[in-house]
Protein backbone atom coordinates (compact mmCIF):
# COMPACT_ATOMS: atom_id res chain seq x y z
CA UNK A 1 0.00 0.00 0.00
CA UNK A 2 1.42 3.56 -1.15
CA UNK A 3 0.25 6.94 -1.21
CA UNK A 4 1.93 9.73 -2.76
CA UNK A 5 0.30 13.65 -1.93
CA UNK A 6 0.53 16.30 -4.16
CA UNK A 7 -0.79 19.64 -5.32
CA UNK A 8 0.13 21.98 -2.22
CA UNK A 9 1.64 25.37 -3.27
CA UNK A 10 1.22 29.07 -1.89
CA UNK A 11 -2.14 30.66 -2.39
CA UNK A 12 -3.59 33.85 -0.77
CA UNK A 13 -6.49 33.93 1.50
CA UNK A 14 -10.05 33.34 -0.22
CA UNK A 15 -8.28 31.19 -2.99
CA UNK A 16 -8.61 27.47 -4.20
CA UNK A 17 -6.62 24.57 -4.42
CA UNK A 18 -6.80 21.11 -5.23
CA UNK A 19 -4.94 18.17 -3.36
CA UNK A 20 -4.45 14.80 -5.68
CA UNK A 21 -3.31 11.16 -3.36
CA UNK A 22 -2.29 8.83 -5.84
CA UNK A 23 -3.37 5.07 -4.80
CA UNK A 24 -1.18 2.28 -5.40
CA UNK A 25 -1.46 -1.42 -3.70
CA UNK A 26 -5.19 -1.60 -3.26
CA UNK A 27 -8.32 0.00 -4.03
CA UNK A 28 -9.26 3.17 -3.00
CA UNK A 29 -13.34 2.68 -3.08
CA UNK A 30 -12.61 -0.40 -0.28
CA UNK A 31 -10.52 1.31 2.14
CA UNK A 32 -11.61 4.04 4.62
CA UNK A 33 -9.55 7.35 3.62
CA UNK A 34 -8.34 10.54 4.89
CA UNK A 35 -6.92 13.61 4.42
CA UNK A 36 -5.29 15.58 7.50
CA UNK A 37 -3.30 18.90 7.92
CA UNK A 38 -0.46 18.89 10.47
CA UNK A 39 0.31 23.08 11.51
CA UNK A 40 3.80 24.31 12.81
CA UNK A 41 4.38 22.85 16.27
CA UNK A 42 0.78 21.46 16.33
CA UNK A 43 -0.37 17.95 16.19
CA UNK A 44 -1.58 16.08 12.70
CA UNK A 45 -5.65 16.17 12.98
CA UNK A 46 -8.35 15.19 10.62
CA UNK A 47 -9.86 17.22 7.80
CA UNK A 48 -11.77 14.81 5.86
CA UNK A 49 -12.45 11.49 5.41
CA UNK A 50 -14.49 8.55 3.55
CA UNK A 51 -15.74 6.40 5.85
CA UNK A 52 -15.55 2.40 4.85
CA UNK A 53 -18.47 1.77 7.13
CA UNK A 54 -21.42 3.33 5.66
CA UNK A 55 -19.03 5.15 2.56
CA UNK A 56 -19.78 8.74 3.77
CA UNK A 57 -17.32 11.95 4.01
CA UNK A 58 -16.76 13.90 6.42
CA UNK A 59 -15.12 16.86 7.88
CA UNK A 60 -14.30 18.44 10.67
CA UNK A 61 -15.83 21.76 11.47
CA UNK A 62 -13.42 24.11 10.84
CA UNK A 63 -13.54 22.98 7.14
CA UNK A 64 -16.96 22.35 6.43
CA UNK A 65 -18.79 23.85 3.64
CA UNK A 66 -15.34 24.70 2.20
CA UNK A 67 -13.36 21.59 1.25
CA UNK A 68 -15.17 18.69 -0.55
CA UNK A 69 -12.73 15.07 -0.48
CA UNK A 70 -13.94 13.06 -3.56
CA UNK A 71 -12.18 9.47 -4.97
CA UNK A 72 -12.11 8.17 -8.47
CA UNK A 73 -12.50 4.65 -8.55
CA UNK A 74 -11.20 4.48 -12.07
CA UNK A 75 -7.87 6.55 -11.52
CA UNK A 76 -7.74 5.21 -8.13
CA UNK A 77 -7.00 9.11 -6.58
CA UNK A 78 -8.38 10.42 -3.91
CA UNK A 79 -8.93 14.73 -3.93
CA UNK A 80 -9.66 17.24 -1.72
CA UNK A 81 -11.01 20.06 -3.16
CA UNK A 82 -9.95 23.34 -0.95
CA UNK A 83 -12.22 26.59 -1.54
CA UNK A 84 -11.91 29.93 0.44
CA UNK A 85 -8.54 29.12 2.06
CA UNK A 86 -7.99 30.25 4.93
CA UNK A 87 -4.55 31.35 7.14
CA UNK A 88 -5.03 28.21 9.88
CA UNK A 89 -5.23 26.25 7.02
CA UNK A 90 -1.75 26.32 6.35
CA UNK A 91 0.02 23.68 7.18
CA UNK A 92 1.12 20.10 5.74
CA UNK A 93 -1.50 17.97 4.24
CA UNK A 94 -1.43 13.93 4.36
CA UNK A 95 -3.72 11.68 2.88
CA UNK A 96 -4.05 7.96 4.95
CA UNK A 97 -5.75 4.83 4.05
CA UNK A 98 -7.01 2.08 6.41
CA UNK A 99 -8.19 -1.32 5.46
CA UNK A 100 -10.30 -1.68 8.61
CA UNK A 101 -13.51 -0.63 9.16
CA UNK A 102 -13.68 3.03 10.50
CA UNK A 103 -16.90 4.87 11.38
CA UNK A 104 -17.72 8.97 11.51
CA UNK A 105 -15.34 9.30 14.11
CA UNK A 106 -13.03 7.21 14.04
CA UNK A 107 -12.12 8.12 10.15
CA UNK A 108 -10.86 11.40 11.54
CA UNK A 109 -9.02 10.20 13.99
CA UNK A 110 -4.77 9.35 13.11
CA UNK A 111 -4.62 6.89 15.21
CA UNK A 112 -6.50 4.19 13.45
CA UNK A 113 -4.59 4.96 9.99
CA UNK A 114 -1.42 2.48 9.21
CA UNK A 115 -0.63 3.68 6.35
CA UNK A 116 0.34 7.31 5.42
CA UNK A 117 1.48 9.48 1.93
CA UNK A 118 4.09 12.08 2.27
CA UNK A 119 2.34 15.10 2.52
CA UNK A 120 2.23 18.48 0.73
CA UNK A 121 2.22 21.88 2.02
CA UNK A 122 -0.32 24.23 1.71
CA UNK A 123 0.79 28.19 2.80
CA UNK A 124 -2.38 30.57 2.82
CA UNK A 125 -1.19 33.99 2.73
CA UNK A 126 -2.96 36.79 4.11
Known amino acids: VQLQASGGGLVQAGGSLRLSCRAS????????IGWFRQAPGRERTGVSC????????YYADSVSGRFTISRDKDANMVYLTMSSLKPEDTGVYYC????????????????????WGQGTQVTVSS
Open 96 to 115: ATERALLDRIACLQTMWYDY
Open 25 to 32: GFAVDDYA
Open 50 to 57: ISNSDRRT
